[in-house]
């Protein structure tokens, strides 16, 4: 059997990612990265490495599964959430579900908690929950913990930080209770086809379908669509596109913050 086969199936059967998911070419980036970092020169080598070296499993899932995140992140977006999203949605139910898809570290489920808190805490009458998930189960341990380096939390306002985060004493931040409360973390793989939950006014999905390929994109939109209540909102990530086949799907609400709503 291509030895390109045989090391796809043993990433499968260990880490559970299903390469066949992914663009081919992705997969074989990032291989390829990992075995010039350990000087494997072909996929047999690399097998042979990742089965006597258990630490490189670790390395290959990071890899595999590129975690950058950042509270924050492209902040317009979370301005248009503050401003019109959730205003708007407040206006026409008292409890929002919303689902953070893809959350990684959960610097992104902590930014929308932060602005759901601060609404709610000038209306009491609202509430919210935020369904965060990912499918790495080692970046979601560390989302629910909740701790982050005095450096992640740079575009926080002192405000912010002080309203919901406890300073250690080794001096990292860890998010209050009160934040966490808002959030709840959960494995999950996208490519399941099985929303995490129903009846959803916003679900965000951010920087996580650069790794699929276009058919696994379409039926990924299709299974938010069916998650989102009538005129709930969907957000791509800046450099993400929703497909043609969509449009009936979707209506564009800010085609710049790849924002979307649900169309019946
Ligand atoms: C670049 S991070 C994006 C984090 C955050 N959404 C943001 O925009 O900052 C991409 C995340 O997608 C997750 N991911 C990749 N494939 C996934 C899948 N099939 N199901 C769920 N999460 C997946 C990765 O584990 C990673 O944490």
Not at 27 to 43: A, D, P
Not at 162 to 176: E, M
Request: glycine letters at 4%; hydrophobic letters at 35%; aromatic letters at 12%.
């Amino acid at each position: 059997m291509d030895d390109f086969i045989l090391l796809k199936r043993f990433i499968e059967q260990t880490l559970g990612i299903q390469c066949s998911n992914y663009k081919e070419d992705y997969i074989k980036r990032r291989l390829l990265s990992r075995m010039r970092s350990t000087n494997n020169e072909s996929y047999t080598d690399y097998l042979k490495y990742l089965k006597a070296n258990t630490p490189e499993l670790e390395k290959l899932r990071n890899a595999l599964t590129i975690n950058v995140t950042e509270f924050f992140r492209d902040n317009d977006v979370y301005e248009l959430m503050k401003k019109e999203i959730f205003p708007a949605l407040f206006r026409q139910r008292k409890r929002l579900r919303i689902w953070c898809a893809g959350c990684s570290t959960g610097e992104e489920p902590y930014s929308i908690a932060m602005i759901l808190s601060d609404l709610i805490a000038h209306n009491p009458s609202f509430s919210a929950q935020i369904f965060a998930t990912d499918i790495d189960k080692v970046v979601l341990a560390k989302a629910q913990e909740g701790i982050y380096s005095q450096k992640a939390m740079i575009k926080l306002s002192e405000t912010q930080i002080h309203r919901h985060f406890i300073k250690l004493p080794d001096g990292n931040f860890q998010a209050k209770p009160s934040l966490k409360e808002l959030i709840r973390f959960r494995p999950h793989d996208l490519m399941s086809g099985v929303p995490v939950s129903q009846w959803l006014d916003l679900i965000t999905c951010r920087n996580v379908t650069i790794y699929f390929n276009e058919k696994q994109k379409d039926e990924l939109a299709k299974m938010f669509h069916g998650a989102l209540v009538s005129g709930g909102f969907y957000i791509m990530g800046k450099t993400e596109y929703l497909g043609r086949s969509l449009e009936n799907l979707f209506s564009t609400y800010n085609s710049i913050q790849k924002t979307f709503v649900k169309k019946d």
